[in-house]
């Protein structure tokens, strides 16, 4: 069994900034990459940044280009989501995902396994 857990949401205001946290336990993710999504009222779920394993690649949104950094602490099996110039349009839940292979990906039906998400609010 594969658990993600989310932390670090809260309400933020707009130009601020948070670091969300997503702890991995269950198995060892060996060549595993992982990456970020959220999900805003209303909305479909959509795709915010990604790392392939080996840290060779890392993808971002356009929306989240140069504010927005996705890193991985393998020794505490911890990926992070440290988000800067907060906006309000990154109001949303974000959720965690891995996926059982170490190449990079885009679209959430690439991933196999997802935290249950934390609320991120960001007040203008």
């Known amino acids: 069994q594969v658990q993600l857990v989310e932390s670090g949401g809260g309400l933020v205001q707009a130009g601020g900034s948070l670091r969300l946290p997503c702890a991995a336990s269950?198995?060892?993710?060996?060549?595993?990459?992982m990456g970020w999504f959220r999900q805003a009222p209303g909305k479909e779920r959509e795709f915010v940044a990604a790392?392939?394993?080996?840290?060779?690649?890392?993808r971002y949104a356009d929306s989240v280009k140069g504010r927005f950094t996705i890193s991985r602490d393998s020794a505490k099996n911890t990926l992070y989501l440290q988000m800067n110039s907060l906006e309000s349009e990154d109001t949303g839940v974000y959720y965690c995902?891995?996926?059982?292979?170490?190449?990079?990906?885009?679209?959430?039906?690439?991933?196999?396994?997802w935290g249950q998400g934390t609320q991120v609010t960001v007040s203008s």
């Open positions: 269950g198995r060892t993710f060996s060549n595993a990459a």
């Open positions: 995902a891995a996926r059982a292979r170490a190449d990079v990906a885009t679209t959430a039906n690439s991933y196999d396994y």
């Open positions: 790392r392939s394993y080996f840290d060779i690649s890392t």
